[in-house]
């Protein structure tokens, strides 16, 4: 069946709730409730939580607008019962959004997912502090002063076997400024992501599994792969993992903020000896290329990692004049080991990648030569 | 009836056909989702059969000694949802007072659960539903024990029940699936309970034997006055009433030795009533289209409302 548009109202709602949010919110399965499939009025709501997406279903009803919604929540949380928690005066000021429903406040459907999210975040947090584990109630007792840490119990079976835990680091620094005129509407972050097994009695606790996670964006000049985590000591808790996980990353998220800086004193310094790059990448200064014009005229790819200038510039030759048979421009592979070091002022670094080209020049024209189609 | 009965577990639960098709039909023919309520009793299981057949080797033992078995016999469904319960999902006792007495339901009826029916949705309580269930189940015990109107002590409260329908069809229409679950509510949630249906045939002659339909069903002013008046009138009167213009002497004729030679006169009464039928169906017709033209209305404020057109 055809996907149907959702009656306005509804459809303002839900598009407040993915463009507005600073969370990413996912819509799926968009579907109708009615018989004959008019309208669009129920669908799947991906939650971002815990580094992973929760899966809820939104159902509205496009006879009665004026009604709320109504969620039914995935099968491993059948005793999440947010409407039930504490006294009555309480449920109706948490749910506040929910209790005093206006279909007619485009934002009034994000501000009832909120509501439910913060419940769930409770609801899962209460679920693992009473499990019969005294390393994962320690662990929890510790933590959860932490601003924005989210706890997530993992089913595998249906039985609970892995607790995760997602942890915002370096929550101190603004990491959103690292970056000259951001351009990012998001508040950038980077997690721990602890997932601790859960130990049976009698039995020795074993390390949790690490990892580190970052928003997209942040990835664009901070490579998060490349950081190597401290080793987790047995007998170890997160408390005192932290802060020299801390230490560094600071440290790494400083040098990555300098080397934007870096990269773009070698991009101005490509204009003295090669002319005006035809192309760089203003922002993140992670991209450049120029234009070498003569008898034999090719275009120069400079590709400009987060290591920058530890790390050399990744150079790419394409020719303006050569083509293969289906007619793209014949590049060079890339070329990545010439003379460098780190320590050169950036008009020497372009200068003796304008000498190593003068000398590669020749060997890629023959190499485009023998590549290109007989025209 | 037992003090203790609310601390036993249902051990049957059951539906009549009638009533389960009847809900199903009501889902079906509506466009949107639909709720109402069901109607129902307690009873005690009969005993395990008895063989007075002495040299049967086996001996049967119950499991509980009063096992109780719950019958839904009956359902009504609301014209539009939401209609007794606020958005989280808090009973509005005066609204559901107001609906009750309204029905016009037998006295004898106990509501022993709702039903929700919706499309394109997991077969799985949701948020909302689970708290109506709760807060209905709880108001209900405050309205019996307001009313006083039971002869029960207030200390017996019937187990209760939740009915989830969904139903879906192929995009030509030429398949319609119908899904049902019921659902018990138990310390606070809502346990899936398996659901018997009672038909018609040898395996069911037991409980149709202990099985007393009573459906709600929804009385049209007038209509009430009329079969009220009708029990009042005398024998003859009724008869008169079927057979018009047909006297005691003439229908005596017809249903004596020389009834062959009156066929004319049969036809003639057969006439009459189909006369009859025909001006009821007219007027149900009629009437049916009012309701429809007055459904369309409706539809039509609300979608006005929601801004579709």
Redesign the interface.
Known sequence: MSVKAPPPLIYSQIKYLSTKSPLPFKIEQLRSGDKIGKHSDRFTLQIPFCLDYIKWDVIYNAQYPLVAPDFIFSPEDEDFHPLLFGDKGRTRFEMGSLCNWNIKDPSRLLLVVNELRKKYLDYQKKRVAELDDDRLKFEISTLLSREGLEVLLLFASDRPQEVKFAIPLLENIPLNKIVQCCPWKQEQKIYLQAIFPITQKYSAPSAPRLNLVCTSELKIVFSIDDVKLPIWINGMCMAEYLPNLENSLEAQILAAGASIGARRRFIEALAPVFGRPVEADSVYCRRATVLVAGTFSFLVHFALTPQFPKQQPILTMQSSCHFTSQGTPISSPSLRTYPWSPRWEPSIMVERIFEYIGEELLTFKKYCNENSSQR | MDTDLPNQPIEKLSISGPTLSSILQSF?S????IEGLLFGHVIHLPPPDLHDDMDCSYTTSAPSPNPIAVIITGHICFS???SFY?????IDSATLTRILEGANLPSNSTIIGWLFG?????L????????VT?SLSRSLKTLETNNQRSHQSSAFHPPFLFLLLSSS?T?NHAIHTHEYRAFELKK??LVPRSMSLINVGPAFREQYASFAAESAFPLIEGVEGDVKSLIGIKKNQMLDRIAEGFGLDRLRKMAGSGASQYTTELEALYTTMLGNLKSLARSVEISSANVASQEIQN?KL?SK????D
């Open positions: 079906s509506s466009h949107g989702d539009s949802i939401s606020d958005p989280l999902g808090r919706r499309r394109s949705a997991p799985r309580p949701s948020m909302r539903e689970l708290s709760l069809s995009p606070k949630t539809l609300r409302f929601a801004g579709l």
